[in-house]
T-cell receptor, first 119, second 115 residues
Framework: KQEVTQIPAALSVPEGENLVLNCSFT??????LQWFRQDPGKGLTSLLL?????REQTSGRLNASLDKSSGRSTLYIAASQPGDSATYLC??????????????????FGKGTKLTVNP | NAGVTQTPKFQVLKTGQSMTLQCAQD?????MYWYRQDPGMGLRLIYY???????DKGEVPNGYNVSRLNKREFSLRLESAAPSQTSVYFC??????????????FGPGTRLTVT
């Protein structure tokens, strides 16, 4: 059974600091890996999706890497800002058995890292 | 373009009551999903629907039923609510994303409390 672990569970940093969030998964047979952001009381916003054949993806100050063979992904946030305060969720995308129709994959989530960036 | 919408946003039920959570998407997606999010547990898949007319169980289906009414709508029903079903429920649908791979888009959630 696929398990996804995120470390640390919570992180508090001063504004301007560069930081790394970690995600590990137990089974390397994944389609993709996705990082989400969740603000308190809100839904999930997709930040980055890394295909299983890729090593990294970048969007603005965010960079996500994937090492499928070791079952690890990291989310790097450069020059953190108070607006980055949120919970960050990592999810691996798995095929649903016997369903071959594209778009029918399930996500297995980690428990998240709660990030606080202090002004 | 509203994306994925969920109703209601909040609900309080008494043990044994029933209710239906509604989800709709206007993006013409084939696949739709229901997740629940509990403190310290992350999100877990309850049910999913690969296409109109089909539904399948996820990790935690007990106590729930679903209906894929049409391509747009996917509802989740609690027949006899229990306190263990107190949670935040998220609906999602999936489509081909900008990077050329399928990714899931989430609704804002329904916060359900069962007393």
């Amino acid at each position: 059974k696929q398990e996804v672990t995120q470390i640390p569970a919570a992180l508090s940093v001063p504004e301007g600091e560069n930081l790394v969030l970690n995600c590990s998964f137990t089974d390397s047979a994944i389609y993709n890996l996705q990082w989400f952001r969740q603000d308190p009381g809100k839904g999930l916003t997709s930040l980055l999706l890394i295909q299983s054949s890729q090593r990294e993806q970048t969007s603005g100050r965010l960079n996500a890497s994937l090492d499928k063979s070791s079952g690890r992904s990291t989310l790097y946030i450069a020059a953190s800002q108070p607006g980055d305060s949120a919970t960050y969720l990592c999810a691996v995308e798995l095929p649903i058995p016997y369903i071959t129709q594209g778009g029918s994959e399930k996500l297995v989530f980690g428990k998240g890292t709660k990030l606080t960036v202090n002004p | 373009n509203a994306g994925v919408t969920q109703t209601p946003k909040f609900q309080v039920l008494k043990t044994g009551q029933s209710m239906t959570l509604q989800c709709a998407q206007d993006m013409n997606h084939n696949s739709m999903y229901w997740y629940r999010q509990d403190p310290g547990m992350g999100l877990r898949l309850i049910y999913y629907s690969a296409s109109e007319g089909t539904t399948d169980k996820g990790e935690v289906p007990n106590g729930y039923n679903v209906s894929r009414l049409n391509k747009r709508e996917f509802s989740l029903r609690l027949e006899s609510a229990a306190p263990s079903q107190t949670s935040v429920y998220f609906c999602a649908s999936s489509a081909l994303g900008r990077q050329g791979y399928y990714e899931q888009y989430f609704g804002p959630g329904t916060r359900l409390t069962v007393t």
